[in-house]
């Protein structure tokens, strides 16, 4: 062959593989055995002085290709390889070797479930271990003792991984994640030899809770519908109002007759109990809204914007009757501080929302992030800065207030591509956030401290109250252009509390025990300071229970019965977001 013809097939000798290679090998490297290649007239090349491309002399060839004929040999015999060994011992679990078959058996599942390298559910349990972990292990680089067991960052990483899986696992039979959350935070409080719980510095558990609101007030503000909340404007106050008057007058009636509660500790508790929870409320209604219920006519609207009305309502009634009980005040100051309340809350929030309608500029590339924060810190002070200067019901509204004008002005400036990116980090966050707020709010409720007499008037004290709230909350609601079932579903997503009582349910006990301290037995007053604390334990028993009850049922009640109870809407179709 000429050279032309031997560098084409030393060429492909190179390209081909098994077999073929050792093939192609053997035609351009056999010699003879006086050591010239064979079919060429012209002599070696060595004699020519030259090689062609790709070729190596005749004594490494020689012994490559008993080395290709030992690796095969061995391979053939089943003897593994030195250098393949590992690669040998692993084709059985690879991933490639265990595909599925069209019908496959449980243990075919199994197998291909747990072939390397991890891959799907399995896959993400182990990658989400391996992150614990380093992040623990960042922590007691940096925090030191804190982060160990039994300090604050460790008991408060133990809650967010058990309260996550928890929800995941209650996620899997069709019940709100928040259900297990809240009792794995329960578990960890009541359990005796956990001391997960009693570990959680309050100061921070207040902090994460406060923040955790803000993010799902901000989400609950940029989901109301300017035209519905138009529409409903008056049924929303009638919502807002009625329902918690009733009920609270209702409670403190039962409570002064069967627990013998003075009047003014009888509508203490009362707006204690009546005080519906965003913190359960506002993530239902979201999720309903965005699978299409009861948006057309404004139900998600309607139950969010009254919620947030009910709990300044109750806590400021609240805070009238602790005032008159301890004189914390002058009554004239605590009965306007709930108007002033309701005030600087939509002023703060109309002011600041209009601000963000020019700040950040809309054509900035980075928009969707700056209004984020922009937003977020805006929320943060509302929340923060009401409780600084003592008018804490204003956070929650002015919070309301700013997301919702400031997507109404978004709205008119065009919410697609990255300006559309705003509701997904709040989503984001609230994801991570959501366990922490219902675990900390299970970490209120210790099982030991309830008294088991208060318990079981509790229960009837609450099935009058539940019941008379179901039934005014049906018919304030009427008038409107909700039919019977809308209005049902309405009264039925009244029913959760949880976020205020577990705030405010042990304020009266604090302040009695307050007093008690600073008295000694003798005094005037320290027979009714006893008897003050006394009282306090009973109200910290009832918030502690209406939590139990009304939060997992509620909750259920409003995921169950809305698709049975609430027209169907298919979501428009938009611009999809990018994902974070």
């Known amino acids: 062959m000429d050279n032309k013809a031997f560098n084409y097939e030393n060429e492909k000798s190179l390209e081909d593989s098994g077999s073929k290679r050792n093939n192609a090998t053997e035609a351009v490297t056999q010699v003879s055995n006086d050591g010239s290649p064979v079919g060429n007239g012209r002599g070696s090349y060595s004699e020519a002085g030259t090689l062609p491309i790709g070729s190596v002399p005749e004594g490494s060839t020689v012994i490559e290709d008993s080395n290709i004929s030992e690796k095969k040999s061995s391979i053939a015999n089943g003897s593994p390889v030195k250098g393949k060994l590992g690669y040998e011992w692993c084709k059985p679990i690879l991933k490639k070797n265990n595909q599925l078959p069209i019908h496959p058996t449980t243990q075919d599942k199994m197998k291909y479930a747990f072939s390397c390298p991890p891959h799907g559910t399995f896959g993400r349990i182990l990658t989400g271990l391996a992150l614990l972990v380093l992040i623990w292990c960042s922590l007691v680089s940096i925090l030191g003792d804190t982060a160990l067991p039994g300090g604050n960052i460790f008991s408060l990483l133990v809650l967010f991984v058990l309260a996550q899986l928890a929800g995941d696992l209650v996620a899997l039979v069709k019940l709100p994640p928040l259900l297990g959350m809240l009792l794995v935070g329960i578990m960890l409080a009541s359990i005796p030899g956990i001391n997960i719980g009693d570990s959680i510095d309050q100061t921070w558990s207040s902090c994460i809770r406060s923040v955790a609101l803000t993010v799902i007030l901000v989400r609950a503000g940029q989901g109301l519908d300017p035209d519905a909340l138009r529409r409903l404007s008056f049924m929303v106050f009638r919502l807002a109002f009625t329902p918690c008057l009733v009920e609270t007058t209702v409670i403190a009636c039962v409570t002064h007759y069967l627990l013998n509660f003075p009047w003014l500790w009888g509508f203490m508790v009362g707006f204690i109990i009546a005080a519906v929870s965003p913190a359960v409320v506002v993530p239902c209604l979201l999720t309903l809204s965005e699978r299409g219920y009861g948006i057309d006519k404004g139900i998600p609207t309607l139950v969010i914007a009254a919620a947030s009305i009910d709990d300044v309502l109750a806590i400021s009634g609240f805070g009238v009757m602790l005032g008159i009980a301890f004189s914390a005040d002058s009554l004239v100051w605590q009965i306007v501080q709930g108007p002033i309340e309701v005030a600087m809350g939509l002023l703060y929030g109309g002011v600041i929302g209009a601000i963000s309608w020019v700040l950040p500029y809309r054509k900035?590339?980075?928009?969707?992030?700056?209004?984020?924060?922009?937003?977020?810190?805006?929320?943060?002070?509302?929340?923060?800065?009401?409780?600084?200067?003592?008018?804490?019901?204003?956070g929650a509204l002015g919070c309301l207030a700013i997301a919702f004008v400031a997507g109404v002005g978004w709205r008119k400036q065009g919410l697609t591509g990255e300006a559309a990116q705003v509701p997904v980090y709040f989503a984001t966050m609230w994801k991570f956030f959501c366990p922490l707020l219902f675990g900390l709010i299970g970490t209120e409720i210790k099982i030991s401290e309830l008294e088991?007499?208060?318990?079981?008037?509790?229960?009837?004290?609450?099935?009058?109250?539940?019941?008379?709230?179901?039934?005014?909350t049906f018919f304030v609601t009427a008038g409107g252009d909700l039919n019977i079932r809308e209005r049902f579903f309405v009264a039925l997503a009244w029913l959760p509390k949880a976020t205020v009582q577990a705030a405010i349910g042990s304020t009266a006990l604090d302040y009695a025990r307050g007093i008690l301290a600073e008295l000694q037995e003798g005094d005037d007053n320290f027979a009714k300071a006893v008897a003050d604390v006394a009282l306090g334990k009973q109200v910290l028993t009832l918030a502690v229970l209406v939590i139990l009850v009304t939060a997992p049922i509620g909750a259920v009640a409003i995921m169950l019965s809305a698709p049975k109870l609430l027209n169907h809407t298919p979501p428009q179709k938009e611009e999809e977001p990018k994902t974070v």
């Open 364 to 394: 900035e590339a980075d928009l969707s992030k700056q209004r984020f924060l922009f937003l977020f810190a805006a929320g943060l002070v509302a929340v923060f800065g009401s409780k600084k200067i003592h008018f804490s019901g204003a």
């Open 452 to 472: 088991m007499t208060t318990v079981g008037w509790g229960c009837v004290i609450l099935l009058c109250s539940l019941s008379c709230r179901i039934f005014v």
